[in-house]
């Protein structure tokens, strides 16, 4: 996991590192014995051509693994389930993308977290934002869109015009919370 980097500007959706809400589920999962490695889906990884790895998909399953091991020592209930499940949240388990460029991992980072815990409509504007930014074409963001925002498409495409980090944007995002 020490091999592990995090771009929040370039791959991650969010205004905050991880969904908070994720994070607890999977701790809580593990201390009321109920998590299932089995079914847990991996991290996506892209290992860039400076040799770093970077999480494009997984920033919650990652922050979730790592307080895991840091509370480890002092909480008898992951000690219980690690001894049981001979698993110690030394290795996240990752799916590696290294065949790509800078650009398409990026839009592979914006595209997964569609599929995540539930972003605000304010974060889901940003994605369209990069989509231009990575000089997707229209009819390629209209199709995103209505795979991935279904009746929200219309609110989120226009909340994509405003600046990501101005006034309105901002009230919105307060509203959202």
């Not at 205004?15 to 889906?41: C, H, M, P, W």
Request: proline share 2%; charged share 25%; hydrophobic share 35%.
């Amino acid at each position: 996991m020490s091999d592990v980097s995090v771009d929040l500007k370039n791959f991650q959706n969010r205004r905050t590192a991880y969904s908070e809400y994720s994070v607890q589920g999977i701790i809580d999962a593990i201390r009321s014995n109920t998590f299932k490695k089995a079914l847990f889906s991996p991290c996506i990884l892209w290992k860039s051509p400076t040799g770093e790895n970077f999480v494009l998909a997984g920033h919650s399953r990652n922050e979730a693994f790592r307080r895991l091991r840091e509370i480890y020592s002092t909480d008898p209930q992951i000690q219980q389930w690690c001894h049981v499940h001979n698993y110690y949240f030394e290795t996240l388990p990752c799916l590696y993308i290294n065949d790509v460029n800078f650009e398409d991992a990026k839009a592979i980072a914006l595209m997964s977290n569609a599929l995540a815990t539930a972003e605000m409509d304010v974060e889901r504007a940003n994605v369209y934002r990069c989509m231009k930014d990575i000089a997707k074409n229209n009819h390629e963001i209209e199709v995103f869109g209505r795979k991935c925002e279904k009746s929200n498409r219309s609110r989120i495409r226009s909340y994509a015009n405003l600046a990501e980090s101005g006034l309105a944007t901002d009230a919105l995002y307060r509203f959202e919370l």
